[in-house]
C-alpha cells in the first residue's frame, strides 16, 4: 500500500492513462529515442527503474512506495500520491498527452474500472474477439493425424491466443497452455481439437 493513502477510502491512488499526443507519426527509432528520453526523465525525476520489467517505474521516499508508472509504446500508465502527481506534471511538460482518462478506460485488451472500493479488470472485449478455428467433421475424427502446414499455423495462433489469455485473466488455464505448448512443432488434430475447446471454455 502506498504511503499515508487508504486502500478503502477516497483517497486510494487512481490509475490513469496517458497517450501521447502525435505519438504516431514517428518512425520506428524516433520512438525508440522518445521512449529512452522518457527513462531517463523519470530517473533524473527520482524514480527507479525495475529489475525485473524495464518498463515499470517505481518512486519511493525512506522505503514507501509513492507512486509506479508503466510505459506501454505510447501509453502511460501510473497510480500515485500527491507527491508523485507533482512529478508527472513535470513529465507532462516535456511529453504532452494528447489524452488522458481516468475513470474507466481501455488497455491492452482489458477494460479498467475503478472506484473508491477498488480496481477491477475486465479482458472480456479481447476474449470475445478471438477468432477460433472450424474443423470439419470428417478431419476431427481423424484426431491421430499431423497436422496440415496451414492447421499448424493455427495451432500456433491459437496457442499464443492462449497465452495472452493466461497471462491477462485465466490463470486456471495455464496447465493446457503448457501442455498445447510443448506440441508446436509436433501437433496432432487432437491437440488443434483441445486447443479449440480451451480457448472456448
Same mark, same amino acid.
Given at each position: 500500500m502506498m504511503n499515508g493513502m487508504d486502500q478503502t477510502g477516497s483517497d486510494i491512488a487512481k490509475l490513469e492513462l496517458?497517450?501521447?499526443?502525435?505519438?504516431?507519426?514517428?518512425e520506428e527509432e524516433d520512438w525508440k529515442r522518445q521512449l529512452d528520453g522518457v527513462k531517463d526523465e523519470l530517473l533524473n525525476l527520482g524514480c527507479r527503474q525495475s529489475k525485473l520489467d524495464p518498463a515499470l517505474f517505481i518512486l519511493t521516499v525512506k522505503g514507501s512506495?509513492?507512486?509506479i508508472f508503466c510505459c506501454h509504446v505510447d501509453e502511460f500508465?501510473?497510480?500515485?500520491?500527491?507527491?508523485?502527481?507533482?512529478?508527472?506534471?513535470k513529465l507532462r511538460k516535456r511529453f504532452i498527452p494528447g489524452k488522458i482518462e481516468k475513470e474507466d478506460f481501455r488497455y491492452i485488451g482489458f477494460m479498467? %474500472? /475503478?472506484?473508491?472500493?477498488?480496481? +477491477?479488470? $475486465?479482458?472480456?472485449?479481447?476474449?470475445?474477439?478471438l477468432d477460433h478455428q472450424h474443423i470439419?467433421?470428417?478431419?476431427?475424427?481423424?484426431?491421430? %493425424? /499431423?497436422?496440415?502446414?496451414?492447421? +499448424?499455423? $493455427?495451432?500456433?495462433?491459437?496457442?499464443?491466443?492462449?497465452?495472452?489469455?493466461?497471462q491477462g485473466s485465466r490463470p486456471d488455464l495455464a496447465f493446457e497452455l503448457v501442455d498445447l505448448s510443448t506440441k508446436l512443432k509436433s501437433a496432432l488434430v487432437c491437440d488443434l481439437l483441445r486447443a479449440i475447446k480451451t480457448l472456448e471454455s
Open positions: 496517458e497517450k501521447l499526443k502525435q505519438f504516431n507519426t514517428y512506495v509513492q507512486g500508465l501510473h497510480a500515485g500520491n500527491e507527491e508523485f502527481e507533482k512529478l508527472m506534471e479498467i %474500472k /475503478q472506484n473508491n472500493e477498488g480496481i +477491477q479488470l $475486465d479482458h472480456s472485449i479481447y476474449m470475445e474477439k470439419e467433421p470428417r478431419r476431427a475424427i481423424q484426431k491421430l %493425424k /499431423q497436422l496440415t502446414q496451414e492447421e +499448424q499455423k $493455427d495451432y500456433r495462433r491459437m496457442v499464443g491466443q492462449l497465452n495472452w489469455e493466461v
